[in-house]
């Protein structure tokens, strides 16, 4: 787990390997990502199938140390970190209990806050990328219209708690996207999860103000 601790730095915007192939760090970002893919599965499988402690053996997995460190981690919005929980969500998220699920939702909504409220917020592109990757997976976790069918059937009380975190993180969103609009990867990035969010009634408040129509990401041809 030290690993993810470690800090990181990419180029901005090239993510999920998708730097060129004559980028200088494709091997370090392919190397990055497969070290979150497979930290994911080994979390997944210490949350699964939990391996007692015996004696003073401190390097077996106990399922509340992994659902903890995962939790802590994702609010100080560790770009390792964050990308571990996306990638777990994305493999195993209907495997894991929605109240877990919920938590580090909450977890991703305050790392999200945290990364647009510093002043260099562009120069967190990589962070808030994987944020608003990770928040696309929770976003098809939980579904709150009934209709559709959902990995996570919610309590009255639980849709109302995520329903407030989706609240939260459109208008987190939608009043960055002056910050986002200069880096296309980054404002696209948040506009897909901003569309899916409406496209599955996530918000219910889902005002764009004239100024965020004149952005010039919206003013670009097709």
């Known amino acids: ?79 390792c970190w964050i990308g571990t929980t996306c990638l777990l969500v994305h493999k195993y998220g209907y495997r894991v209990d929605k109240s877990l699920l919920i938590s580090w939702l909450q977890a991703c909504c305050q790392s999200l806050k945290s990364a647009l409220s510093k002043a260099n917020v562009i120069r967190s592109q990589d962070s808030l990328l994987w944020i608003i990757r990770a928040l696309k997976e929770f976003s098809a976790m939980f579904i709150v219209n009934t209709r559709e069918e959902s990995h996570c059937l919610l309590t009255k009380g639980e849709m109302s708690t995520v329903e407030g975190y989706w609240q939260d993180i459109w208008n987190s969103l939608i009043h960055a996207l002056p910050l986002f609009s200069p880096t296309a990867l980054v404002a696209d990035s948040a506009l897909n999860l901003l569309g899916g969010m409406i496209m599955r009634d996530q918000v219910h408040t889902s005002v764009v103000s004239e100024d965020t129509w004149n952005l010039q990401t919206f003013k670009q041809s097709p």
Not at 13 to 35: N, Q
Not at 63 to 75: M, Q
């Open 1 to 79: 787990m030290d690993d993810l601790d470690q800090n990181v730095n990419t180029e901005a915007g090239l993510l999920w390997c998708e730097a060129s192939r004559d980028a200088k760090d494709v091997s370090l970002r392919c190397s990055l990502e497969e070290l979150m893919d497979l930290s994911a599965t080994i979390f997944y499988q210490a949350y699964k199938s939990p391996t007692p402690i015996r004696g003073d053996d401190e390097k077996k997995l106990k399922t509340e140390d992994v659902i903890s460190r995962i939790t802590n981690s994702l609010k100080k919005g560790s770009l």
